[in-house]
């Protein structure tokens, strides 16, 4: 009828999937009757709302009029927490707006989309996704939102898990190098769907090639490839598996590029077949096999070809690999007889074995460079090997193998070790060396030297290292070795003596021997330098000592010539005497005579004494009795002013010397001192004991190792100028005034001194003093006796002696003493003058006395003759010499007793009747 009626409308979704609602419309207008059956209607249509899967609510001014259990569900709160309250609060803070938007608009009647989505507040906080499908209807007589709540969170985790999905396939297929495609079966491969990857794969975009727009994928594979593509997918289809293919394809720049392809066959819902899958480019993959195949193919060259050992093993030690060299390293024939003897051989990785530290190294670090080590070959010899190794690993990370290669080092290594012994050995005599040794360049500087340097010039090595040779050489002495370096560049050395600097300043004289050497291809100098302050001692030491030798050889000569001559004036004068009256008025001229005589005499034994030449009767002494026996003597010979001391040493061994010696060289060093404290002063006499060792008699030449009897004698007099010691040896030098002394004192010293086997040193000072040192051998006391003095017997005898001499005065002499004491005498002025008169002698002959050294026949080969002849004979040698070189050859061994010139006509008789007389042994 086209007339407005009032109804009731009760609606409920039905199926959510097809958004289909179920509901019941009543007529608002009908009787009571009507109403009741209405409200009966409602009741039904409450139940199906509370049955609802979604929330449905009334609002009506912004306040929830009703809320099914669902809703309240939901949101996490109770109906009746829901009904009467104000429905924004349970929006979502940043959703009300919009909601509050759309329902004042919709109650106005506006046309609003009545299907949206927003966010309620949960009871205990969380924001629920839902979908309101809401609508306007009469409740209670006026307008309301009928509102359907669905709870939408699993849908829209869903929905964006599904577009979080297509985005990362999107994603993947875009960012993959490579191309997705679904293509039809047919020769042409027609493509159905072609991802982004096309582009940088083929050169064409990806719609080009859906439904062959501009040109098939076929058209894209190399001509030579197709069949093999295609007959490789059917293939695969037939027999329902994936394929995997790789071929070439021609880019749209013409380039050739190589393709690998895995895909399989589908079905589509037409039955249609469609082949799905992945193409990537692997052009580089390609190359990187051939060059990995190049690589291989110059490794196995390599392999076999190298010098240098090149092997795999296992981690417990077992040759899995080893090139030719390697074999021939270690002599091995094959890889088979290698590995052989490795599966024979123990652990080699066994502790303190030679390899553990190889495994070690290996185990830290993952691999070994540059280690040394021995390997044993077949026949048991040592090579020393110098390897580079690692640790190969597999995909799993586990350890696999070790390989590495192996250099022979055994030339290198002994030739290494005999360098080593050479340096050392050079080292040794390098830093062993008596002299300092210095390397230098050629421009003077000290590249090394020994520490002997300290010893000589007092510099310490590292001192002079490094600096110019010109710190320890003077510049003049630089500029005398300048000369000689023409030497060095003609590849000779030279030796000179210079000086050299000491660290105190002083100049030390050394003898430089100079070389020239090559080092590692570099020209530079070796110098050894000698400390020669001792050898110039030494030298002056000696050249003293040749002189004085010179200068006693003089005297002793002169003393010869001169003794034949006293020997004749004391004959003389002897013989004047006893033929004349002592009352005589030139009885005291004679005397005065004897008395120049004797002077004369007293000279030429200190002449001898000087020469060393004159015979000494050396006895067992006890220098400090003898020096006792001369002390109150002393004393008064040297005056009052001067304080005379004796300090004997204690328990000092005894000395063999001549006492008649020692007296005089006591008596002349003290008077010497005596002299030199015009003043007054000290003088002292000291006696001790010394023990010179190898060094002192070194570096003293006229010095005799052991124990050594000291006798000192000092005084604080003037001394003596350090220009003149040198000299004061020397016979007839002497500082005193003219007609003071005769200069043969201190030579007569030296000479009983060093003839009786000691050794003198003098110090002084001048104003300070003097001290001479004289030091006698030590002697060990023996057995010994003395002979018991002769008892006086008469000089005069008839026996017949014969008397043999070359110096006519002499032998005059000799037989006018003789012959006044009643004997009977035969003179000879040679030896063989003598012979002849033996030759005519009738009777016996008792006495031979003859000189030793004559012409034509010496008394020596003279004695042997006669004794041959009168074997009982007692002999008396004479001379003139005393020089032992002339008299110890001569009468050494021979029978005899030798008597010195000059002597007295006295002394003679005496001597020749204590022979006579003396019992023959």
Known sequence: KEEPHSIHLLLQPFDTETRRIEGIIEDASLSHPTLQALQESEEKFRSIVERANDGICIVQDFVIQYANRQLAKIIGYSVDELEGREFIPFIAPEERAKVTDRYTRRIAGEQVPPIYETRLCHKDGRFIDVEF???????????????????????????????????????LLSNLPGMAYRCRNDKNWTMEFVSEGCLPLTGY???????????????????????????????????????????????????????????RGVNGESGEMFVEGFIIDITERKKTEQALKESEERYRNLFNNSALGIYRITPDGKILMANPALLKMLGYSSFEELARANLESDNPYAPDSPRENFKRQLELTGKVNGLESGWINKQGAKVFVR?????????????????????????????????????????ALFEQATEAVFIENLDGIILDVNARVTDIIGWKPDELI?????????????????????????????????????????????????????????????????????????????????????????????????????????????????????????????????????????????????????????????????????????????????????????????????????????????INAADAMADGGCLTVETSMVDFDKDYVHAHADASFGKHVQLAVSDTGCGIESNNLSKVFEPFFTTKGEGVGTGLGLPTVYGIVKQSGGYIYVYSEPEEGTTFKIYFPAVILGDSHEDSPAEDVPYDGDETILVVDDDDD??????????????????????????????????????????IVMPKLGGRDLVEIIRDIYPNVKIIYISGYTDKTVMEPEIESAPGEFFAKPFSAESLAKKVREILDKVSD
């Open 466 to 670: 490094g600096e110019h040779i010109s710190k320890i050489v003077p510049k003049e002495e630089a500029l005398e070795l300048k000369v000689h370096f023409e030497n060095l560049e003609k590849g000779k050395g030279f030796r000179v003596e210079s000086y050299h600097f000491h660290k105190d300043g002083r100049l030390v004289p050394v003898e430089v021997s100079v070389m020239p050497i090559v080092v590692s291809g570099e020209r530079l100098i070796i110098a050894f330098a000698r400390d020669i302050t001792e050898k110039r001692k030494l030298e002056a030491q000696l050249q003293l000592a040749q002189k004085l030798e010179a200068l006693g050889r003089l005297a002793g000569g002169i003393a010869h010539d001169f003794n034949n001559i006293i020997t004749g004036f004391f004959g003389y004068i002897d013989l004047l005497k006893l033929n004349m009256p002592t009352d005589d008025l030139n009885y005291t001229t004679v005397e005065d005579l004897e008395s120049v005589a004797v002077r004369a005499a007293s000279l030429t034994k200190q002449l001898l004494a000087f020469s060393r030449n004159q015979l000494l009767r050396p006895e067992i002494l006890d220098i400090n009795e003898v020096i006792g026996d001369m002390v109150s003597m002393l004393g008064r010979i040297i005056g009052e002013n001067i304080d005379f001391r004796f300090e004997p040493g204690q328990d000092l061994p005894p000395i063999k010397v001549d006492r008649s010696q020692l007296e005089q060289i006591l008596m002349n060093l003290v």
């Open 205 to 263: 975009a990806n719609d080009e090639l859906i439904d062959n727009k501009a040109l098939s994928y076929n058209d894209l594979i190399h001509p030579d490839d197709r069949e093999y593509v295609w007959e490789g997918v059917q293939s695969a289809i037939e027999n329902n598996r994936p394929f995997t293919l790789e071929y070439r394809i021609i880019s749209a720049d013409g380039r050739e590029k190589w393709a690998w392809e895995q895909g």
């Open 133 to 171: 499908n809401a609508g306007i209807s009469l409740y209670r007589g006026r307008a309301a939102d009928f509102v359907l709540v669905r709870d939408i969170t699993e849908k829209k985790k869903s929905k964006e898990a599904l577009e979080k999905a297509q985005r990362e396939l999107s994603t």
């Open 810 to 851: 002499v032998r005059k002499s000799i037989i006018k003493a003789l012959s006044h004491n009643g004997y009977r005498v035969i003179e000879a002025s040679n030896g063989r003058e003598a012979l002849e008169k033996i030759e005519t002698l009738k009777g016996p002959l008792h006495l031979i006395i003859t000189d």
């Open 387 to 427: 390897e580079n190794a690692k640790a190969v690993l597999g995909q799993d990370g586990k350890l696999l193998y070790y390989e590495g290669t192996v250099e022979d080092i055994t030339p290198s290594k002994l030739a290494e070790k005999r360098s080593r012994e050479s340096e050392d050995k050079y080292r």
